[in-house]
């Protein structure tokens, strides 16, 4: 069986698709499509043809080019049965610990709320490989448009305790942004002033900061931190509710001008 081999499109301003091989078969997915053009030019660089499209929520820059995909390639378009309404094209909808096959290959569906109110997340354990679209991002998390920071904390924690080698394949390049908030919340954080560092020699380098992995994720995110007691410090709610600690730090976040 053969694991996924995952390459990165940049599209628009700062976006990351994702495109999914597995070589067994041939099976190719594209996850949540901004464009069709660059989608279009990666697989003929790469001598493929597109038979899926994974959608994670419906906004226009995860799905803006599953029409035109659709129609080039023939492709099947996967995506929240909670959303389907909002899904350009969508054939098959999924939900919560629904899979989804890529050839070999095996993803469990994650019904995820907040950044919007169908979000959901596929997890191919065999390939280490989150596509989590704007829930989990490196050092972040997506803004609650269309849920609550209960629901944003719910499905967060679906995801900590993922293996370690989990790479997080979020949908933006948001990392030194990001960055730069987590050390207001968590200054005390060696694990993070680190990553902090790192990331911010590889923006100047003009080089990617995604995928990250879990481990890192859970050392340096602020908003899978809440239980922990340096963070609550910093935000003077020692000993508060998770989500309520969640809850501040997204509102901070959302106040933050980097």
């Not at 996924?4 to 091989?21: M, Q």
């Not at 043809?49 to 419906?58: D, E, G, R």
Request: aromatic share 8%; net charge negative; charged share 25%.
């Amino acid at each position: 069986m053969a694991r996924l081999k995952i390459h990165r499109i940049p599209a628009r301003k700062d976006n990351y698709l994702w495109l999914a091989h597995e070589p067994d078969t041939d099976t190719v997915a594209i996850v949540d499509p901004a464009d069709a053009e660059p989608v279009i030019a990666k697989c003929e660089e790469l001598g493929l043809s597109l038979t899926h499209i994974l959608n994670t929520h419906h906004h226009g820059d995860h799905t803006g080019g599953n029409l035109a995909l659709k129609e080039y390639f023939d492709c099947v378009i996967i995506g929240p049965a909670a959303d389907r309404d909002r899904i350009p094209g969508i054939d098959i909808p999924v939900g919560e610990d629904d899979t989804v096959a890529l050839g070999t290959e095996t993803g469990r569906v994650f019904d995820v709320p907040g950044h919007t109110r169908g979000h959901i997340a596929y997890w191919f354990a065999s390939s280490d490989a989150l596509f989590c679209g704007d829930t989990l991002f490196a050092m972040g998390c997506g803004r609650l448009f269309e849920g609550t920071p209960a629901q944003m904390w719910d499905s967060l924690s679906k995801f900590a305790d993922l293996p370690d080698e989990t790479r997080v394949y979020c949908a933006h390049e948001y990392t030194e942004a990001n960055a730069r908030f987590a050390l207001t919340v968590d200054p005390d954080n060696a694990a993070l002033k680190k990553r902090a560092a790192a990331v911010s020699r590889l923006r100047a380098a003009g080089k990617a900061t995604v995928p990250s992995t879990m481990e890192d994720e859970r050392a340096t995110n602020p908003f899978l931190r809440a239980e922990e007691p340096g963070l609550q410090e910093a935000l003077g709610l020692v000993g508060a509710d998770a989500v309520a600690v969640f809850a501040e730090t997204r509102l901070r976040k959302d106040n933050f001008k980097a």
